[in-house]
Nanobody, 119 residues
Framework: QVQLFESGPGLVRPSHPLSLACAVS??????????WHWIRQPPGKGLEWMGF???????FNSPTLGSRTSIARDTFKTQITLQLSAVTPEDTAVYYC???????????WGQGTQVTVSS
């Protein structure tokens, strides 16, 4: 059974970059037809999709966030990473990683990690 575990700094100062990691166990992140997403939920708002990296390493980011978002992977560590540049208080959210596979869809999620942007 796949498990995902997000980790991050918790508190980030405005204009600084944010780096998060998602450790994956129970399945290879190169498993055919698997897609690994980052999704966030600001306080009091709905889920916001940020982007994904595919089993083959192809990435696709939300047009809303554009070039601020960089998603990568470390196949040795079985880890997905997210970098978000020049954060503002509007980037305060719980950040989730999730796995998408055929039929099941986005069926496996991590527990989320809280990120607060504040000086």
């Amino acid at each position: 059974q796949v498990q995902l575990f997000e980790s991050g700094p918790g508190l980030v100062r405005p204009s600084h970059p944010l780096s998060l990691a998602c450790a994956v166990s129970g399945e290879s992140i190169t498993t055919q037809d698997s897609y690994w997403h980052w999704i966030r939920q600001p306080p009091g708002k709905g889920l916001e999709w940020m982007g994904f990296i595919s089993f083959s390493g192809i990435t696709f980011n939300s047009p809303t966030l554009g070039s601020r978002t960089s998603i990568a992977r470390d196949t040795f560590k079985t880890q997905i990473t997210l970098q978000l540049s020049a954060v503002t208080p509007e980037d305060t959210a719980v950040y989730y990683c999730a796995r998408e596979v055929p039929v099941e869809g986005l069926g496996s999620w991590g527990q989320g990690t809280q990120v607060t942007v504040s000086s």
